[in-house]
């Protein structure tokens, strides 16, 4: 079974950091595209990072442009993993978190481009 796992959310201050994590099992995403979403009360579920496979184990990173210089997202293979690292948080970043993915790589931006979803991490920001 393919399961995404993620964790690292809080309660924190406006202008904190929180790194979240997504475990993945049962599949290998090295070669594919992770990518990381939210969703805030009330509105709709959108993207927030993406990175995917370029082929010789090189990656490709991109953001939405509200979180562009303040997060960073990666991965380790070796540990079927991905990351986001949240810095200078502000109270709009507070929503669910969620981890997909999928088994190939591309440029992909939307839901329902991806197969596989963790269940989600609340991340809350005050002011």
């Known amino acids: 079974q393919v399961q995404l796992v993620e964790s690292g959310g809080g309660l924190v201050q406006a202008g904190d950091s929180l790194r979240l994590s997504c475990a993945a099992s049962g599949r290998t995403f090295s070669s594919g595209a992770m990518a990381w979403f939210r969703q805030a009360p009330g509105k709709e579920r959108e993207f927030v990072a993406l990175?995917?496979?370029?082929?010789?184990?090189?990656?490709?990173?991109d953001y939405t442009d509200s979180v562009k210089g303040r997060f960073s997202i990666s991965r380790d293979n070796a540990k079927n993993a991905l990351y986001l690292q949240m810095n200078s948080l502000k109270p709009e970043d507070t929503a669910v978190y969620y981890c997909?993915?999928?088994?190939?790589?591309?440029?992909?931006?939307?839901?329902?481009?991806?197969?596989?979803w963790g269940l989600g991490t609340q991340v809350t920001v005050s002011s």
């Open positions: 997909a993915a999928r088994e190939y790589s591309g440029k992909y931006y939307r839901e329902t481009d991806f197969d596989y």
């Open positions: 990175i995917r496979s370029t082929g010789l184990n090189t990656y490709y990173a």
